[in-house]
DNA sequence: CTGAAAGCGCTTACAG
DNA sequence: CTGAAAGCGCTTACAG
């Protein structure tokens, strides 16, 4: 037979390999692989008849490079990092809306550092990547314009691009957590401390800026000494509320701007045995939320929602639309569960 | 000037638009930006200059069409739910290591669903993939021969392949779980239930077999009233310890195969408030679960070992690395938090 | 050290 | 309905 031996690197076939087998020029191939509906029954059988026979599948990268749309059917994605829960859900998201258009995604994490982001921003164009969505780490995306102007397709994600015109698809930051910490407010509290990470990402600052707010309406004043901010690890948060129970005047309430640190939270808490005693809200939900005592309240993102519009609004312009670009807001929700209505305990409000 | 007005879509400047502004041929341009030596300093100074001035970048789509090797530096992973922490570690310690090698991952989850491991293999080879790290799902990868044949590599992570000899990177699965049981059996337990995911899923079943091992070492009797296969989510876990704990002869030890297996036992266990009587140690570490109260004794995985070594493994066989395949395990470890040590409590150990 | 010609595997543009 | 020629942007193989 004409199988490889084994050990042998037979050769992919090409279109010239099924046209000499089944009689034919490259172009009817060509033809019969895309479908092309102009093709006698009887030839487009035979060729059928020699792709097969030959395991012939059509060279993707040739035929982009010679299309005029040079589309791959490839999408690149950034993100924080992959390991995170948040990152990955909002990966699933996008993998998901991207599978019904048969779009295959190329994902790399950029750990928050901003020359990460441009170079590998870059490196996924070139790779071949139709568009990009990207959950940005830079504080400023206007290495990007030249490539827009060239024809790639940016979307951002969770985080507006700053110093680029472009879609962005975010949570209700501001609003998700002024509804935190008005929620803590009416359970009578008065001192509501603020762990988050770097002011210089965009929402950690929208989120402080809803917990200022909620303040400021509520005509309780914002002390800096249980303020804690450039918080990014779990370890870190953990640190930062055990150094705020320490203090003489310790909060009776925290809000925590994001997953990482909510858990950070939770351990200090626990190690202080005070899980009972001081409430807790976190911005974004996380798997065991629910089944830690006291459960946790959370301010839940709809994490598939935002995947999936960023996704949707990435294929509409590489379809063509060309309106104005513009930011989409995907409202959040609160998750009662328990660590977010414990009340001030009386000691402490007095003491306050 | 040159600059495109607004909304303008300048086309990407080729190779022969930097060899026209330099006034040399494109070969000497292919050799500048190769980086070959062999190029009159002055000359190089020119086309720099030209290729910094258009914004040229090469394609490598172009390029690597061309070039022998064919190679994109672009792999393809395949997972079971990059949504799932275990699926995501994983797929982070490949992205480590294949940044090393400016290597870029395209990813796609399976939902162990068979069909879409072929069709997505597939599709990813087709997409440019050099190579593949395979979480696999179906039950058979003999589809495989033909595209290894023509010089796709193949490595399989957390599971081996069937019916094509491959590299494997794998845990000690079956001496991890016995191990937990035996940890189980030495703090007094005999009546050891077991909850894990489908036996057509091969570290399922190694666990399973490591299970039943310890059982039989100790010469315990092994009940199939307390085992239960086919879990896959949180809820179905759940539900499934849910009916062991109302049961006539309970367990007083609960071994679970899998990190979301885990945690549902554990909100059964909550539910039933039997957290601090019934046992429990699970496979695979996951977050929180120093945190829980009381804390989960788990067999860790050494997740970012498993995904570095499949990926240099891949690599140095992209290299032309020609030894026989083999598949390398990686051994778990115990990590001992007080589930698993909770003593049978007299009553059901003298009924059982 | 430099370049003109041919070709990677496909599709476009054009003839028949 | 079918095919021969040219070309996508680059690199190989060869001449000078």
Redesign the interface.
């Known amino acids: 037979m004409s199988a490889?031996s084994p050990g042998?690197?037979?050769?992919?076939p090409t279109m010239k390999d099924v046209a000499a087998l089944a009689g034919v020029a490259i172009k009817t191939v060509s033809r019969v692989m895309n479908g092309e509906p102009t093709v006698a029954p009887e030839l487009a059988a035979r060729v059928h008849n020699a792709a097969d026979k030959l395991?012939y599948?059509?060279?993707?990268?040739?035929s982009?490079?010679r299309r005029g749309d040079r589309r791959?059917?490839?999408i690149g994605m950034l993100v924080d990092?992959?390991?995170n829960?948040f990152s990955?859900?909002l990966?699933?998201a996008v993998?998901d809306e991207a599978?019904q258009r048969?779009v295959?995604?190329?994902?790399?994490?950029l750990d928050q550092d901003p020359e990460r982001e441009r170079e590998l921003a870059?490196?996924?164009i070139?790779?071949?990547a139709d568009g990009l969505v990207i959950v940005p780490a830079a504080a400023d995306q206007s290495y990007l314009i030249?490539e827009r102007?060239?024809?790639t397709c940016v979307v951002f994600l969770d985080r507006e691009p700053r110093l680029l015109i472009a879609d962005a698809v975010v949570s209700g930051n501001r609003s998700g957590a002024a509804a935190a910490v008005e929620h803590l407010i009416s359970a009578g509290h008065q001192r509501i401390a603020y762990l988050g990470d770097s002011m210089a990402i965009a929402t950690a600052a929208q989120r402080y800026e809803g917990y200022r707010q909620a303040l400021e309406r509520a005509r309780l004043e914002a002390d800096p000494q249980i303020v804690r901010f450039g918080l990014r690890t779990v370890e870190a948060a953990t640190q930062a509320a055990a150094s705020l129970l320490g203090q003489p005047e310790p909060p009776t309430a925290v809000f925590a701007s994001q997953n990482l640190v909510t858990?950070g939270a939770?351990?200090a808490l626990?190690q202080a045995g005070m899980q009972d005693t001081i409430a807790l809200v976190g911005f974004d939900d996380?798997?065991?939320a629910d089944?830690?005592?006291p459960g946790v309240t959370v301010i839940r993102q709809d994490v598939q929602r935002l995947g999936m519009l960023a996704t949707q609004l990435l294929f509409s312009r590489l379809d063509g639309d060309a309106s104005p670009a513009r930011t989409h807001v995907v409202e959040t929700t609160m998750v009662v569960r328990g660590s977010g209505e414990i009340r001030p305990s009386s000691v402490l409000a007095s003491a306050g």
């Open positions: 490889p042998t690197r037979s050769a992919r395991g599948r059509p060279n993707l990268t040739a982009s490079l791959t059917a490839t990092d992959v390991a829960p990955a859900a990966l699933r993998e599978r048969r295959q995604i190329l994902i790399a994490s870059i490196t996924l070139d790779r071949g030249a102007n060239r024809g858990i939770i351990k626990r996380f798997p065991l089944t830690l005592t």
